[in-house]
Nanobody, 119 residues
């Protein structure tokens, strides 16, 4: 099993910044893609950004130029730097990781961290 623990959410005014962190721990495993999803009330969970193990990022169009994803493979950690936050960024943000344990790949989720952007 792989455990993902997020931190860094909170309340911020529009235009402000937050940095989310997610650390993976557990049994011996290899992590492929790590990323961040979000889910606003009444909406489906959506991909915000992810990054492959070799550092290739992908972003949701609406966050390009404002959010930056990075990861530290040695620490099994992924970060999301969020600048220029807007009220529509308000959601629960979930860390996700594709991890391979004994040859089996599964998608693991964190518990979520609330991000609230006030106008």
């Amino acid at each position: 099993q792989v455990q993902l623990v997020e931190s860094g959410g909170g309340l911020v005014q529009a235009g402000g910044s937050l940095r989310l962190s997610c650390v993976a721990s557990g049994s011996i495993f290899t992590i492929n893609t790590m990323g961040w999803y979000r889910q606003a009330p009444g909406k489906q969970r959506e991909l915000v950004a992810d990054m492959t193990s070799d550092g290739s990022p992908k972003y949701k169009d609406s966050v390009k130029g404002r959010f930056t994803i990075s990861r530290d493979n040695a620490k099994n950690t992924v970060y999301l730097q969020m600048n220029g936050l807007k009220p529509e960024d308000t959601a629960v943000y979930y860390c996700a990781a594709e991890a391979v344990i004994l040859g089996t790949m599964d998608l693991y989720w964190g518990q979520g961290t609330q991000v609230t952007v006030s106008s």
